[in-house]
C-alpha cells in the first residue's frame, strides 16, 4: 500500500522556539495532505487542509499564523509550529490522498517544554 | 452537521472472546463509512469500508455491515487476538470531498 511518512518521530523543544514537521508521500503524488492533531485519549482533530501550490484551509478555531502550513510539492507539506507553548504539545499525525484513500504518517510526538 | 458517535471504551475481552463496537452516524447524504485502527505509537491504518448502504467492509476477520435504516456501521470480530489491541475509530466521508470525520475512538484490550 501506500507508504506516508513524518518527521521527525519525536521533537521536545523549549517554550518560543519553532518546529518544523515534514509529511512524504513516498511512492506517490498526493494533490492534498491533512494534518491532525491528537489528544491523549482522543480522537483526531482536522486542523487544515493543504493543496498543493495553494494556500491550506484551516479549520475553525486553528489559529493559521501560529501552525504554518506549506504544500510546496506533491511530495511534501510541512506543519510549523511557531512560537511553540506547552499547551502545543501533542501527537501531531498528516494524512495524504492517493487516488480515493487518505493514507496516514506515522505521527509525530511533539513536546514542549 | 455531519459526525460520529462511538461507545465509550476501554473494552476489555479475553482472547478468542466476541467483538462489537458500536457506531453509529450523522450525515447529509450518503455517506463512505470507515474504520480506522491505531497500535501503540503509530499513525492510523485504514482496517475496513464501505461505501453504499448494506455494504459488508471486511478484513482480518473484523466485519462491519453500513446499515442505513439505522445508521449505524458497528464493527465486530468472532475472535479477538491479544495482537488487536489497540485503539479503533470509526469515520465517515461524504460526497467527493476527502475530508474525514472521526469519532472519539474505542481502546480495546485484550488479555490472554
Known amino acids: 500500500g501506500a507508504v506516508v511518512s513524518q518527521h521527525p518521530s519525536r521533537v521536545i523543544c523549549k517554550s518560543g522556539t519553532s518546529v518544523k514537521i515534514e509529511c512524504r508521500s513516498l511512492d506517490f503524488q498526493a494533490t492534498t495532505m491533512f494534518w491532525y492533531r491528537q489528544f491523549p485519549k482522543k480522537s483526531l482533530m482536522l486542523m487544515a487542509t493543504s493543496n498543493e501550490g495553494s494556500k491550506a484551509t484551516y479549520e475553525q478555531g486553528v489559529e493559521k499564523d501560529k501552525f504554518l502550513i506549506n504544500h510546496a510539492s506533491l511530495t511534501l507539506s510541512t506543519l510549523t509550529v511557531t512560537s511553540a507553548h506547552p499547551e502545543d504539545s501533542s501527537f501531531y499525525i498528516c494524512s495524504a490522498t492517493g487516488g480515493d484513500e487518505q493514507y496516514f504518517g506515522p505521527g509525530t510526538r511533539l513536546t514542549v517544554t | 452537521g455531519n459526525s460520529v458517535t462511538q461507545m465509550e471504551g476501554p473494552v476489555t475481552l479475553s482472547e478468542e472472546a466476541f467483538l462489537t463496537i458500536n457506531c453509529t452516524y450523522t450525515?447529509?447524504?450518503?455517506?463512505?463509512l470507515f474504520w480506522y485502527v491505531q497500535y501503540p505509537g503509530e499513525g492510523l491504518q485504514l482496517l475496513l469500508k464501505a461505501t453504499k448502504a448494506d455494504d459488508k467492509g471486511s478484513n482480518k476477520g473484523f466485519e462491519a455491515t453500513y446499515r442505513k435504516e439505522t445508521t449505524s456501521f458497528h464493527l465486530e470480530k468472532g475472535s479477538v487476538q491479544v495482537s488487536d489491541s489497540a485503539v479503533y475509530f470509526c469515520?465517515?466521508?461524504?460526497?467527493?470531498?476527502?475530508?474525514?470525520?472521526f469519532g472519539a475512538g474505542t481502546r480495546l484490550a485484550v488479555h490472554p
Open positions: 450525515a447529509t447524504g450518503y455517506p463512505s
Open positions: 469515520a465517515l466521508r461524504t460526497g467527493g470531498y476527502n475530508k474525514l470525520i
